[in-house]
């Protein structure tokens, strides 16, 4: 049994198997956050570095997969996502409204609270709010190693876009 931070490097590297998949978010290219190791071996070209804008980098991955492209769009902490909720709850959960369902695997952690409690700021889990919100785009919330593999597969058979929470508590 692989380890959460081995599970969440494996379902990375699966995902980057495929030709359409770009990683877009904060620590994707550059060491600044954890979430930056969990893309060892995935390739740099397929990795794009966003500046903290957090609604336009949901906005951005809505444009990619609307091409065709399937972003796997990497908030650091789920704190932060509360800055794109325009953008997933009023226009990614309603484009299947309008014949529209783009492919986005929308990736997010819970901040830890030991061994160093990362503060309120970076450590809350929102998972809950954003089920009752999102109404076209299932949350997975992800605690073990084996839940992990599965939602990212899971996640990459299903038309349309998943949030997954990794909190790994």
Not at 129 to 138: D, G, Q, V
Request: proline share 7%; hydrophobic share 45%; with cysteine.
């Amino acid at each position: 049994m692989s380890s959460f931070k081995e599970a969440v490097n494996e379902s990375m590297l699966r995902l980057a198997e495929d030709e359409r998949t770009v990683f877009v978010g904060q620590s994707v290219r550059y060491d600044g956050a954890a979430i930056f190791d969990s893309l060892n071996g995935v390739p740099m070209e397929k990795r794009l570095e966003m500046p903290v804008a957090e609604d336009f980098q949901m906005g951005y991955c809505i444009g990619l997969a609307l091409t065709g492209k399937i972003p796997v769009c990497i908030y650091p902490r789920m704190d932060f996502m509360l800055l794109c909720l325009n953008q997933l709850v009023n226009h990614l959960d309603k484009l299947p409204g309008f014949g529209w369902n783009p492919k986005i695997i929308i990736r997010t952690t819970v901040g830890a609270r030991a061994p160093l409690d990362a503060g309120p700021q970076h450590t809350q889990n929102h998972t809950e709010a954003f089920r009752l919100m999102l109404k076209n785009i299932p949350v997975v919330e992800v605690k073990n190693s084996v839940q992990v593999l599965i939602a990212y597969a899971e996640a990459m058979k299903r038309d349309g876009p998943t949030v997954i929470v990794e909190n790994p508590a």
